[in-house]
């Protein structure tokens, strides 16, 4: 069984515990891969530059990064540069043979880019063309089954790889985790971030349990994500999509804390499942 950890790329992620326990269970013959963000270094580096972010509303209500082709570049370099060969370093020095990669590398995970965005702005619909973001349609496990089978520990990352044209395109990174899940056959995926889980309020205190939504149900209708908002959201979506394609059980939960992935799978976070339907007896 090969089970998928998703590591967030905000501001404040510590790595140092999910590495700690990674290296530990992956040294124990346990299978993972491992797939990570990067969003805020991103969003810093190409201030830096000159080429500040440019979130737009989409007409469906979603925020979304537009990413023009200097864009997805600024993103490679930080995606698959800084932030992937610190984590590759951070295992290597705790005696893990990681090997680095993209979606682009050995086409992991193929996809079809959009082109353009159907936005909001000041009320009024707009194109932006030029746009370098798609959606994941497939995901080609070949290279990574090759890699664990000798040994070694896969570390992947945004972006992905147009199926038509072979550009590189940015896919979100809760999204593609869910479709190597899928793809993997994962009993679980884990999605760790810097807050606890889907809170009922965001605004309200975080360690607080009753600020917790513990469980998600898909099989019940009355579910309570009203509340997840901007990335969140984008979780949520993901982890519904993985149980549909059938994975097991999917959990928010923080990386902050030691033994991240021990915590998560004994209860802490938000544990989002569907539960059989009882079959009606006749
Ligand atoms: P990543 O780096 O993986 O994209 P983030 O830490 O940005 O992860 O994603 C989680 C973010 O989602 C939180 O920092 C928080 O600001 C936001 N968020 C929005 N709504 C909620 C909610 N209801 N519960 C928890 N987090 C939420």
Do not use: W
Not at 152 to 179: C, K, Q, Y
Not at 222 to 229: F, G, L
């Amino acid at each position: 069984m090969i089970n998928v950890v998703k590591v967030g790329g905000s501001a404040n992620i510590q790595d140092e515990y999910l590495l700690d326990e990674l290296a530990e269970r992956v040294l124990a013959a346990e299978k993972f891969v491992l797939v990570h963000g990067g969003s805020d270094e991103t969003n810093d580096i190409a201030r830096q530059l000159g080429h500040p972010p440019r979130f737009v509303t989409s007409v469906s209500g979603f925020e979304s990064r537009y990413t023009d082709r200097r864009t997805m570049e600024i993103f490679s370099m930080v995606y698959c540069g800084r932030r992937n060969k610190s984590i590759v370093e951070g295992l290597q020095q705790r005696g893990v043979n990681a090997v680095g990669l993209s979606g682009i590398d050995g086409r992991i995970f193929e996809g079809a880019m959009k082109g353009s965005l159907k936005i909001i702005e000041d009320g009024k619909k707009k194109v932006l063309r030029g746009d370098y973001s798609g959606k994941i349609q497939k995901v080609n496990t070949e290279l990574l089954l090759l890699l664990l089978e000798q040994g070694f520990f896969p570390v992947l990352t945004p972006p992905a790889i147009d199926a038509d044209t072979s550009a590189m395109m940015n896919v979100d990174g809760d999204r593609a985790a869910a479709e190597l899940a899928k793809a993997l056959r994962s009993d679980y995926l884990l999605i760790l971030s810097t807050v606890p889980g889907l809170l009922r309020d965001l605004a309200v205190d975080h360690s607080s349990p009753e600020n917790l939504i513990r469980e998600i149900d898909l099989s019940d209708t009355n579910n309570p994500y009203e509340s997840a908002e901007g990335r969140m959201k984008k979780k949520i979506m993901g982890a519904a999509e993985a149980i549909e394609g059938g994975v097991g059980r999917v959990i928010l939960s923080t990386a902050n804390i030691e033994r991240p992935i021990a915590h998560a799978l004994a209860g802490a976070g938000t544990h989002i499942f569907s539960s059989p339907v009882l079959e009606q007896a006749v």
